[in-house]
């Protein structure tokens, strides 16, 4: 578990646009089971979490279309949330970070670190669009 202060920089790089932390299962629960659309994002203190992830995220909420729903988890410190969430994302492996798009409670896209590592995140946001264009 890492400490509270360290992940706060990295916390707030979501919430202070409109992301819901969850900390529990029971709150996992109840955010993929909302009517609409809902972006998890697996926040992670790695490099590419802070260099691609987490800008995309940011930045592909600026589309017309978007998402109902933003929630994050944080991988290594929101450990219920964050399995409860992997659980959902099954039969993709767990990695963080990552980022999953739910239409009324059913996985319908997702970007696995292979996918976000190494990438700019205006490539990442531009495939986040495409998926908001598609089912938002």
């Known amino acids: 578990m890492y400490p509270p202060e360290l992940v706060k920089p990295m916390r707030e790089d979501l919430t202070n646009v409109g992301f819901q932390e969850l900390h529990t299962a029971e709150a996992v629960d109840v955010a993929i089971a909302k009517e609409g659309t809902t972006l998890v994002v697996v926040n992670s203190v790695c490099g590419c979490a802070a260099a691609n992830a987490r800008p995309a995220a940011r930045v592909s909420l600026q589309n017309s279309k978007r998402p109902t729903n933003l929630v994050t988890v944080f ?12 659980e959902y994302m099954i039969p993709f492996p767990p990695s963080s970070p990552s980022i999953a798009l739910f239409k009324d409670g059913e996985l319908v896209h997702m970007l696995e670190r292979h996918h976000i590592e190494g990438r700019p995140a205006e490539l990442i946001a531009e495939n986040l669009v495409d998926a908001y264009n598609e089912h938002c």
Do not use: L, Q
């Open 75 to 86: 991988a290594g410190v929101d450990r219920e949330a964050t399995e409860k969430a992997r």
